[in-house]
C-alpha cells in the first residue's frame, strides 16, 4: 500500500513536470514569434520595437516617410500579395539596415547565428536606396531582401557598394524564387563570393523587366564554383526583357566558373531585347570556364525551345592562366533546343596563356540550337577550334546570319564554324581570312551530314592539310547553290572550294582563286573525292604544285611567308578603331548577295542560281555592288542606297552600310547603341 501511495506520487510528479515543460516552451514560443498585422505605416515602422514577431500585412501602404529598421531582425514578413510605395522617396539604408543572413544587408558578427529570415509575398514600389559608405553581409545580401519568395519590385533604385555574403549577393535581392523586377537599377560595385550578380545574386522562376546594372563586380571566393553576371549570377526558368549591364566583371582563381555580361549561368528561359557593354575578364579557372558577352552558359529545356532573341553585346572579353575554355562573344555554350534570333556581338577577344580555349563569334558551342538573322564582327586568336559564329555546332541550323573578320587557330576552324554535325545552312556567309591546322575552310572546318545552300565565303584559306575555300573536308553532305572566293595555302588534301569529299553532292557551286600547297592530293574544285557527285560546278582558279617547282626557285615559299603577314596585319578589325571596320566592309560588300535569298525554286531571281547554269560571279550589276550612292538590287537594277532609318534587309542597301532590326543605322557604334535603346526601351 505504501508502495502504491510512492509510485502514484511520483508518477504525479513527473505528469506535472512534463505539462509544465510544453507549457514553458509553448509561451517562450508564442512570446517570441508571435504574429503581428501591419495595416498602416505606422505599424510597419513599429516592427524596430519587436524584432522577433512574424509580421503580415492586411492592406496596400502608401508612405511618405521612412526610417530603416536597426537591429537584428529575426522574424519573417509576409505581404499576402499587398504593396508598400514609398512614393519615391530616397532612404539611406536598407529597410532592415542590421537584418540576419537573409533579409537586407548584414553588418555585425551577432546576426551570423542568428534565425534564417524569410520575407514572401510583398510588392515594394518607388523606393531609392543611396548608400555613402560600402556595407558588409552574410550568407544570402541583398540590400531589399536577402532571401525571400514572391516579391515584386517595381521602380527600385539602388547606389552603392555592397561586400557580400557566403553565399549569395546582389544589388537588390540575394537569392529570391517566384519574383519580379520592373523598371530596377543599381548602380555601384558589389562583391560577393559564390553567386553574385548586379540586380540578383540566385534567381529561380521569376521575370526581370526593363532594368539595369552600372559598375563593378567580382567574386571573392577562391578555388571554387563561381557564377556571376552583370545582372543575376545564377538562374533558373528566369525569363529577362529590355535590359542592360554597363559594367567590368572580373573573376579569379576558381575552379570552375560561369561569367557573363547579362547573367552568369542561364537554364531554361529567355532573354529579349536586352545588351551588355563592358569588360569581362576570367584569371585562373583551374577547371573550366564559359564565358559569353550575353550569359556564361545558356541549357535550353529539352521540350520547349529557349530564346536569345535582339540582344548584342560588345564586350571586351579577357582570358588569361585558364582551362578548357568555352568562349562566346553572346554565351560560352548552348545546350537544347536555345534559338538565337536578330543577335550580334561586335566586340573583342583576348587569350591569354589560355590552353584548350575554344571561341566562337556568338559562342563556343551549341546544340540543337537555331540561329537566325545574326552576326559577329571580330577577329579572333586562340590555341582551341574557332568559328566565326562557334566552334562547333550539333544538330543546329543557321540561317540568314555571318562573320567577318579574320580568324587564326592552332586547331580546326572555319568562318562560320569549326566543325558540324547533322547541321542546315541557308543565305549565310563570313568574309575574312581563316588559319589553322588541320580541316579549315572559308565557310567551316568539317561538315558531317551537313546540307548547305544559297550560302558564300570571301577570304584565304591557310593551314596545313584538309583545306578549303569553302569546306575542308566533308562526309554525307549536301552543298548547292554556294560559292568561294580566296586563294588555299597549305600541304596535304587542297582543293579550291573542298579540300576531301566523301559521299558528296555538290550542286551550281564554284570557286575563284589559286591552290598552293606543297603536298598530295590537291585540286581545282576538290583536293580529293570518293563516292561524290558534282552537278554544274566551276572553277576560277590557277593550281599550283610547289613539288612541280625546281628546287632552288623559293619564290613560292616567300609568297606563303608574305600572305601569311598579310592576314595578321592587313583587313584586321581593331574594336578601337571603327574606321577599320567600315573599311573592311565597303572593300567587301559589293561581294555580298542578298542575305534573305530564298531556295533556288522560289527566289525571284532564278536565274542566279539556275539549274543548267554555274552561279554567275561576274555580271554587269552584281547583286549587292555599291557605287556613288547607289546599289545593285535582286533585280540587277542600280537604285539609291536607303537614308538613316529607312526599313532594310541588307547591310548594301544602306548609305551607312549597316541594315540591324530591319532599320538603316549609323556605323558609329555610339549611333547604333543609342539607336537600339530608342527602338526597344522607348
Known sequence: MKYFKYKTKKNFFNLNFILGFFLLV???SFSSARTIEISTCSDFQNIQNDLNSDYILANDLKCDQFTPIT??????LNGRGHTIDFNGITITESIFARASF??????????????????TDLFIKNLNIDFSKSKFGSSDVGVIFGTSHKVFLNNVSFTGNIIGGNSSTGGLLGYSRYSKLVNCSVVGDISGKYQVGGLVGNLWDSEIYDSSFTGNLNNLFKDSTIYIGGLVGNS????????????NILASDSKILFLGGLVGDFNQGNIYNSFFNGKLVANKSSN??????????????????????????????VVSNSKNSKVGGLAGELRYSVSVLNSNFNGSFLLIDSNTSNVGGLFSSGSGCEVANSFAITDIYTIGSAGGLAASLTSCNISNSYFIGNIESQSRSGGLAASLTSCNISNSYSIGDISGYNYIGGLAGSFYNVKVSNSYSIGDVFGNNYLGGFVGALHNSTISNSYSIGDVFGNNYLGGFIGSSNYANIFNSSYSGNVIGKGNSLGEFTGSSSNSNFTNVSSDMENLNENSFNEEDSSLE??????????????????????????????TSSLETESNLEDSSSSPNNDFYSETDSVDLVSSCTLGYRENGMYC??????????????????NFECEGNLCINSFCVDSDFWSRVFLWIKR???
Open 236 to 247: 533558373v526558368q528566369v525569363n529577362i526583357f529590355n535590359s542592360y549591364s554597363i559594367s
Open 680 to 682: 526597344w526601351f522607348a
Open 102 to 119: 537573409g533579409s537586407g544587408v548584414v553588418l555585425n558578427e551577432e546576426a551570423k547565428n542568428s534565425k534564417y529570415i524569410f520575407v
Open 26 to 28: 509553448f509561451l517562450i
Open 71 to 76: 537591429g537584428v531582425f529575426n522574424g519573417s
Open 288 to 317: 573550366t570556364l564559359s564565358i559569353g558577352g550575353i550569359t556564361g552558359d545558356f541549357e535550353g529545356n529539352k521540350n520547349i525551345q529557349n530564346i536569345l532573341s535582339n540582344c548584342f553585346s560588345d564586350a571586351e572579353i
Open 633 to 650: 538590287n535582286e533585280f540587277g537594277e542600280m537604285v539609291s542606297q536607303l537614308s538613316l532609318d529607312e526599313v532594310c534587309q541588307n
Open 558 to 587: 616567300s609568297n606563303l611567308d608574305a600572305s601569311s603577314e598579310e592576314v595578321s596585319n592587313d583587313n584586321s578589325i581593331s574594336n578601337d578603331d571603327s574606321n577599320s571596320q567600315e573599311s573592311l566592309i565597303d572593300d
